[in-house]
């Protein structure tokens, strides 16, 4: 470059020397072609097209379609094998039918959709392997311009790269563990909720706004079909009995055996349910504790109440609610939950600055707090949690008509995500009371005082 340079000062400083009718020019040619950047612009352009039409996204929607169905028909099989079990011939043989008409309903439904999806999964995939071929000519045609092979070189590199990151984690690796960590889930990662599956009034239509109901997951010995109801019957605030059916459709009409299993005759008073986030499991129910910073288990069989007292700090009676962007849920300072490990509590502290705590609750003759997790998500910013194979997962409100699972931690790895982007689509404004159900992957909400339940979907 430099001989280059000093080749051009000589013959200009001679041109300048000899008298004009002896001056002598030279030419400069450049041998390369001029590149083409408005080429390079197109090609670059036609990439960003496919990375937005080919997205990770389009992939989950028809795996969670294809679960779905299978998901569906298993539940058909189930709600045929409940309609020869139930059928006397007047009631309850009609409203079995009427399930499995929805069920059908729906499955033809999901069928149309996964239809639609597949057919325009093909036609994206047509046009988006020509438009490849073409972006592939180009690029090879753009690549004989790199005349210093710079783009080559970095290839290279790349590749060396991954090699050496390859060699330095076979290094480093280590033996998994023999047994699945806590967070890990054998149905796999939950990728959607649809629904819902079942919408009802119940026994008593718009009465009670505030609630929870679902399925015992480690239910009694021939309770295993059994769902629970627990209203909140003073003030939308306090309970102090938990009401019992025999099936799905005995709740739907309203038929309760054996009924009401009651903890106090008086309500509210020392030891009855404050708030509507209660759950059942091992045949006891888990709330919080009229008027105390403590979780309460009563025992449906002995009728005997044991407690388990908070750390110091936390906020109850309607100082650490779950709220929405207008108004908070009054009494919600407290969230007991299920899941394939057993019962959870979710809650703030003053320490914590608003924040979610979560701490698992350990079964024995007195239920008690073992490992605790500290999350660094405001709680006042959540509408609802729920538990689901070791995995916290919140909810906040969208519109009217849905809400979003929009974060969750995983106790196994202390991992936070706070993009999940899961929707549920809601049948009423509020959801009162969230939680799961490992028995069937469903997830039972008590919404303006109507039971609601939707399918989750792993995979």
Known sequence: MNLYVLTLSVLFTLSQQVPSSEKCTCELSHSQKVFPHDKLQTAEG????CNSRITPQKTLELESLLLGLERRLDQLHTDMSILEAEDDGQLYGVLSLYIIENEMTEIKLLLDKLNRTTLGHQDLTANTLLQLEDLKKDMD???????????????????????????????????????????????GHLLNITGPRVYTAGEYPGSYPFGAWGRDPEPEAGKESWYWLVMLTSSNIYAHYVRLYSSLSALIIGVSTPGNVQIHSSNPTTNTIQGPNVVL??????????????????????????????????????????????????????????????????????????????????????PT????????????????????????????????????????????????NFNLGILINKMSSNIQSLNYSPVDQMLYTYCDSKMVSYKVLFG
Not at 398 to 413: A, G, H, L, Q, R
Request: aromatic share 12%; charged share 20%; glycine share 6%.
């Open 281 to 366: 499991y091992g045949g006891a129910l888990y709330y919080n504790c009229y008027n105390k910073d403590a979780v309460c288990r009563f025992n449906l069989t002995s009728k005997t109440v044991t407690t388990s007292q908070l750390p110091a700090g936390t906020r109850y009676n309607s100082k650490g609610n779950f709220c929405r962007l207008d108004e908070c849920y009054s009494y919600t300072d407290l969230d007991l939950a299920t899941d394939e490990s057993g019962v959870w509590v979710i809650y703030t502290t003053t320490q914590d600055y608003g924040n979610l705590v979560l701490s698992k609750v350990e079964e024995g003759q007195q």
């Open 141 to 187: 045609e753009l690549q004989t311009f790199d005349s210093m092979q710079v783009v080559k070189g970095r290839q290279d590199n790349k590749h060396l790269k991954a090699d050496l990151k390859d060699c330095r984690t076979a290094i480093n690796s280590t033996v998994a563990p023999t047994h699945p960590t806590q967070g890990t889930c054998p149905h």
């Open 369 to 416: 707090l073992g490992q605790t997790w500290h999350t660094s998500v405001f709680k006042q910013s959540v509408t609802n949690t729920f538990m689901a194979c070791g995995i916290l997962y919140a909810t906040r409100y969208v519109s009217k008509s849905t809400e979003e699972i929009f974060y969750s931690f995983d106790t196994s790895t202390g991992k936070e």
């Open 46 to 49: 036609n990439a960003t097209d």
